[in-house]
């Protein structure tokens, strides 16, 4: 059981615009840590798309846009394209216990 | 340009020890101001982070695997290591080595991944 929650999955013709959420608790999200997104192609590793809650690394096109509310954070894509089609995670910190990172479980786009 | 690659035994037998190691080449582990990670992720799951160490051996764990890992900087070889103890089925996974700034960071450079099935 992941500790922060998203869709399974999520779809969308190509050109569209697609919302998947992070639903966090007062512990992680809500606490101010910072949000995480990332892109996983098949077979590869993780790939940062938004650093601190909605900042682009340089190379990651301005299709991808990344909030944060409260306990809760979303990742837009716009415009989609076939090679967005890809497992897109969220990742946060967690400040109960002895801390911990967190990830979301993942959710699965696909580009129809 | 940072290289990460994990290595180790791809088969470990249930109640067996797992051992992983990650070679950093391209920049160096001693005195860097950067975590180094491990993270898993099992078949068909999401992504689980295991534990990080910084430079100066400090180690951070997951609270659900504190109790069997060990994460060790072998700054010689510019390498840092995993141990999992008494590994079952569940801890079957591809695993990561992964580098973040802070401990709250994102893991910006990564490993290619090492699939560690645990099998008899």
């Known amino acids: 059981q992941a500790v922060l929650t998203q869709p399974p999955s999520v779809s969308g013709a190509p050109g569209q615009r697609v919302t998947i959420s992070c639903t966090g608790t007062?512990?992680?999200?809500?606490?101010?840590?910072?949000v995480y997104w990332y892109q996983q192609l098949p077979g590869t590793a993780p790939k940062v798309l938004i650093f601190?809650?909605?900042d682009r690394p340089s190379g990651v096109p301005d299709r991808f846009f990344g909030s944060k509310s409260g306990t809760s954070a979303s990742l837009a894509i716009t415009g989609l394209q076939v090679e967005d089609e890809a497992d897109y995670y969220c990742q946060s910190f967690d400040g109960s216990l002895s801390g911990s990172l967190v990830f979301g479980g993942g959710t699965k786009l696909s580009v129809l | 340009q940072l290289l990460l690659q994990e290595s180790g035994p791809g088969l470990v037998e249930p109640s067996e020890t797992l051992s992983l190691t990650c070679t950093v080449s391209g920049g160096s582990i001693s005195g860097s101001p950067y975590y180094w990670a491990w993270i898993r992720q099992s078949p068909g799951k999401g992504l689980e982070w295991i534990g990080s160490?910084?430079?100066?051996?400090?180690?951070y764990s997951n609270p659900s695997l504190k109790s069997r890992i060990t994460i060790s900087e072998d700054t010689s070889k510019n390498q840092f290591s995993l141990t999992l103890g008494s590994v079952t089925a569940s801890d079957t996974a591809v695993y990561f080595c992964a580098r973040h700034l802070r401990v709250t960071a994102s893991f910006d450079d990564w490993g290619q991944g090492t699939l560690v099935t645990v099998s008899s």
């Open positions: 601190g809650n909605s």
């Open positions: 160490i910084y430079s100066s051996g400090i180690t």
């Open positions: 007062s512990s992680n999200i809500g606490a101010g840590y910072d």
